[in-house]
């Protein structure tokens, strides 16, 4: 049974700090690329970051590159992303995704960053 449960939504301001987690189990984690998607209100759902297996190498988007950073914890079965910078279009639901299989979702926490 894949499970995939997302934490560390919230509201933040701007120019403020969220760290995400995603902890997942069903499946050999430290074998899969993971990924951090978010989809705001009336958009896609659009790719955030990746992080492969090994070696860890890890990709961003052009709008989160230098503010974002996603890690993973191998031992613990989880992957983050640290969030730094925010800006109020970041505000979406961020998903967790994992490679294994068919890919899996989470069920997404919600990251909202107002004044």
């Known amino acids: 049974q894949v499970q995939l449960v997302e934490s560390g939504g919230g509201l933040v301001q701007p120019g403020g700090s969220l760290r995400l987690s995603c902890a997942a189990s069903?499946?050999?984690?430290?074998?899969?690329?993971m990924s951090w998607y978010r989809q705001a209100p009336g958009k896609e759902r659009e790719l955030v970051a990746v992080i492969t297996s090994t070696p860890a190498f890890t990709n961003y988007r052009d709008s989160v590159k230098g503010r974002f950073t996603i890690s993973r914890d191998n031992a613990k079965n989880t992957v983050s992303l640290q969030m730094n910078s925010l800006k109020p279009e970041d505000t979406a639901v961020y998903y967790c995704?994992?490679?294994?299989?068919?890919?899996?979702w989470g069920q997404g926490t919600r990251v909202t960053v107002s004044s």
């Open positions: 995704k994992t490679s294994y299989g068919p890919g899996y």
């Open positions: 069903g499946f050999t984690f430290s074998r899969y690329a």
